[in-house]
C-alpha cells in the first residue's frame, strides 16, 4: 500500500491498492520474504564480499556522510542483486546475517550477533544507569538500533544512529550549557 500511496495519493493510493489487491504481490512483495531469499541464496551459492567493505560501515559512525569516504552503505546490494537476482531491477532489502556471512562466514555471524547483543545490553544499562538527561540519548539510541537491525546493512544502522547521535548530543550540550 505504500508505494501505492506515493504514486497516488493518500485516498486514490489507498482505493487504488483496495481494487489490484492481488494475495501474490502480498506474498512475493513482502520485505521478510526478500530479507529471507537474499540469505537463502547468499548461502546457497555461498557468495562472499572483500572483508574490507564491512569495516567502511563503521565509517558511518563519524559526523560525516559516507559518500565523503566515496563508500556507500548500499554496497552490499550493489554487488550482491546483479549476481543473485540479476533479474530484478529495484534495490532490495538488506540483511545484516546475509552481509556479514559474505564477509566473515559462520564466525562472523556469531559475531555479530554477540555484537547485537551486547550494544543493546550496553544502551539498556546506560539508560537505567543514567538519571538525567543523557538517559534519553541512550533510550534513543538503543531503540533506532533495535528497530531497524534486522532488515538493514550495518552500514545504514550507523548511519541512522549516527543521525540520532549527533543531533541530540548538540541538543544535551545546549541543555547543560544554559
Known amino acids: 500500500m505504500y508505494g501505492y500511496v506515493l504514486s ?3 485516498v486514490n493510493g489507498i482505493n487504488t ?5 492481488s494475495y501474490d504481490f502480498l506474498i512475493t512483495g513482502s520485505e ?3 530479507t529471507s531469499a537474499i540469505l537463502n541464496n547468499v548461502l ?13 560501515s563503521f565509517l558511518a559512525l563519524q559526523p560525516l556522510p559516507l559518500s565523503y ?6 554496497y552490499f546490494n550493489d554487488v550482491f542483486q546483479p549476481v543473485l537476482f540479476p533479474g530484478l531491477y529495484y534495490g532490495m532489502a538488506y540483511n545484516p546475517w546475509a552481509e556479514v556471512y559474505s564477509a566473515f562466514g559462520y564466525m562472523g ?9 551486547g550494544l543493546l545490553k550496553f544502551f539498556w544499562f546506560m539508560y537505567r544507569r543514567s538519571k538525567n538527561i543523557w538517559s534519553l ?5 538503543g531503540i533506532y538500533f533495535a528497530f531497524w537491525i534486522q532488515r538493514n546493512s550495518l552500514g545504514s544502522i550507523f548511519a541512522y544512529l549516527r543521525n540520532v ?3 541530540l548530543l548538540f541538543i544535551i550540550f545546549i541543555y547543560l550549557f544554559i
Open 8 to 10: 497516488h495519493g493518500i
Open 17 to 21: 491498492w483496495k481494487d489490484e489487491f
Open 32 to 34: 521478510f520474504l526478500t
Open 44 to 56: 546457497i551459492n555461498d557468495f562472499n564480499t572483500d572483508k574490507i567493505y564491512y569495516f567502511y
Open 69 to 74: 569516504f566515496n563508500y556507500s552503505s548500499s
Open 109 to 117: 555471524v556469531i559475531l555479530l550477533s554477540f555484537l547485537i547483543f
Open 137 to 141: 540519548l541512550f533510550l534513543m539510541l
Open 165 to 167: 547521535f549527533y543531533p
